[in-house]
């Protein structure tokens, strides 16, 4: 009867001495939940607002949300009393030995984030990177896929994005179009540069603002060399470029301009 007494005097006890810590620690961990969830929702709706791409802003909310909840359970053991520097020091190492481990997939994963928040470009973009052309057909959170012409897929870590040049094509609207054209020495300039500025003219592609611009670039060896460079909607920049180069070969054809090339003459010496 006596021990049965004791333990009822043991239990009373501690009930005073950590009755009011464990009472603190259930209320402080109810009120921070709840405040922890509305913290989430309203990042989630400011994500919303800035157009956050879907893929990725669900996942921040549990990431942000779990870091809180982590911070929270933490300060709550400390107010019960339990030593929590020992729990944090664990958790810590634990911590590193991950990161190290998962070195190039977090460096990946922290590009990744930062693509899809900045956005350097976009699904559909024409861009040059990591030493790759093509156009952007996905962009995950560890890696981005490009699909080039010939419909190759190529894989680039977001690591390696996020951290090195890109060339994006597609952010401005317009492009401008550059050609050199070279002709045979002999041959009229200014015939050179009418035939031109009518193939230009003909085309309803190239913009006339800014104008086009017509300029001997070089006297070469062979030929006098013409640049001509126009500006056309993103979208015509290849389609103009091709079928240019075709219309000048024919135009200049037709009008006797003489497009020089590399000849070689061959003097056979018959002896005898």
Do not use: C
Not at 42 to 67: N, Q
Not at 185 to 212: H, V
Not at 233 to 251: I, L, R, S, T
């Amino acid at each position: 009867m006596e021990e049965v007494t004791n333990y009822a005097d043991q239990a009373m006890e501690l009930a005073w001495q950590y009755g009011p810590n464990i009472a603190l620690a259930i209320v402080t961990l109810i009120i921070g939940l709840w405040i922890i969830g509305i913290v989430t929702r309203g990042m989630g709706k400011a994500m919303d607002k800035r157009k956050v791409d879907p893929s990725l802003a669900p996942f921040l909310k549990s990431l942000i949300g779990t870091i809180f909840k982590v911070m929270l359970f933490i300060s709550v053991i400390g107010m019960v009393g339990v030593e929590a520097t020992s729990f944090v020091a664990i958790l810590g190492a634990a911590g590193l030995a991950v990161g190290l481990a998962l070195q190039g997939t977090l460096q990946n994963f922290a590009g990744g984030v930062i693509i899809l928040l900045l956005k350097p470009f976009k699904v559909g973009d024409w861009v040059d990177a990591g030493g790759y052309s093509g156009t952007v057909h996905a962009i995950q959170i560890f890696n981005t896929f490009l699909k080039t012409p010939d419909n190759k897929t190529i894989i680039i870590p977001n690591g390696t994005l996020a951290n090195s040049s890109m060339t994006n094509y597609s952010t401005e609207p317009r492009r401008r179009v550059d050609w050199t054209f070279g002709v045979g020495y002999g041959d009229s300039t200014q015939k050179t540069r009418d035939t031109l500025m009518e193939l230009i003219n003909a085309d309803e592609r190239i913009l006339k603002d800014p104008e086009p611009f017509i300029a001997v670039s070089a006297l070469a060896d062979s030929s006098v060399n013409f640049v001509v460079r126009v500006w056309v909607e993103a979208g015509d920049y290849w389609p103009v470029h091709f079928d240019m180069n075709e219309k000048v070969y024919n135009k200049f054809n037709e009008v006797g301009l003489n497009i020089p090339f590399p000849q070689m003459d061959v003097h056979v010496h018959k002896e005898g």
